[in-house]
């Protein structure tokens, strides 16, 4: 019966993760009384994280996204699915770590989501989870605080120490964005680990084309860190996709691969890097 419960939550929880489902839940409560303190990450100095972009829609913030070039930014594409055909609908905002003090506000003009994602899997966001976003013509070039970062070009072993950085939750009960950037460490896990950690809800299955990660002592990803980075050895090793919904560290948060070889054509093809 608690299983049943568990698995209950979790498909409520993954079947909000679109984009319209994560901006109304940003402003509301949770009913979970669970509470973490990204959660447990330190407030950081963007910097030193000059690729890290949150993106609004209607001026609302809903994910965050990396720049890796001077015109392109990646994020889920369970983030930007439903607005797709219509970018104008979304802005990126970089610069600065404050969400409502961003120095710069880029207008996207361009969303192509993976063609292999399904919109439709359920719960909530499927393998394949990317996308590329353009603006206009080295809008990001020359701008201080904004810089690309590398791309990730071979395999990171278990156990590497990678960090991830965004505006999420830094509190289940608590709605994101909040008043800064932050920054915590994660650790990289095997597929098998990560797999048997998600054996019970069947409809999550974690495939070749993600990287698992996860840390102890609460530290955690949330809701609102979707689509920000998860870095390794200084290049974006994997895209934030799927995340333990009470965000307290217990089992692996997923991450699109970038060097997976669809993902990595994908985003080749797209932005010529």
Not at 146 to 172: F, H, K
Not at 225 to 249: E, H, K, M, W, Y
Request: hydrophobic letters at 40%; one cysteine or more.
């Amino acid at each position: 019966m608690m299983k049943r419960a568990i698995s209950v939550v979790l498909l409520v929880v993954f079947c909000s993760n679109a984009v319209l489902g994560d901006e109304n839940d940003e402003t509301q409560k949770d009913g979970a009384s669970q509470s973490g303190r990204i959660i447990n990450g330190i407030a950081v100095n963007i910097v030193n994280y000059k690729f890290a972009l949150n993106m609004q829609y209607g001026y609302r913030f809903f994910c965050g996204a990396s720049v890796i070039s001077a015109s392109h930014a990646l994020t889920a594409a369970h983030c930007v699915y439903p607005i797709r055909n219509i970018p104008s609908r979304a802005t990126l905002n970089g610069g600065n770590p404050s969400f409502s003090a961003g120095e710069y506000l880029f207008q996207v003009v361009r969303i192509v989501v993976h063609p292999s994602y399904n919109p439709n899997a359920s719960p909530g966001t499927s393998d394949f989870d990317v996308s590329v976003l353009t603006v206009p013509t080295n809008a990001f070039r020359g701008r201080p605080n904004i810089l690309p970062i590398a791309l990730q070009i071979s395999e990171m072993p278990v156990d590497t120490r990678c960090y991830v950085v965004g505006w999420g939750r830094t509190n289940i009960n608590s709605p994101a964005p909040t008043s800064g950037l932050r920054y915590a460490n994660m650790d990289i896990v095997s597929q098998g680990t990560c797999a048997a950690a998600w054996a019970p809800y069947r409809a999550r299955s974690v495939t070749s084309n993600m990287i698992c990660a996860k840390y102890s002592n609460g530290v955690d990803i949330c809701k609102g860190d979707s689509g920000g980075a998860f870095v390794c050895a200084g290049r974006l090793n994997g895209i934030v996709s799927f995340i333990n919904p009470t965000c307290n560290s217990a089992w692996p948060a997923g991450f699109a691969k970038v060097i997976a070889p669809s993902i990595r054509r994908f985003i080749r093809s797209q932005t010529a890097i």
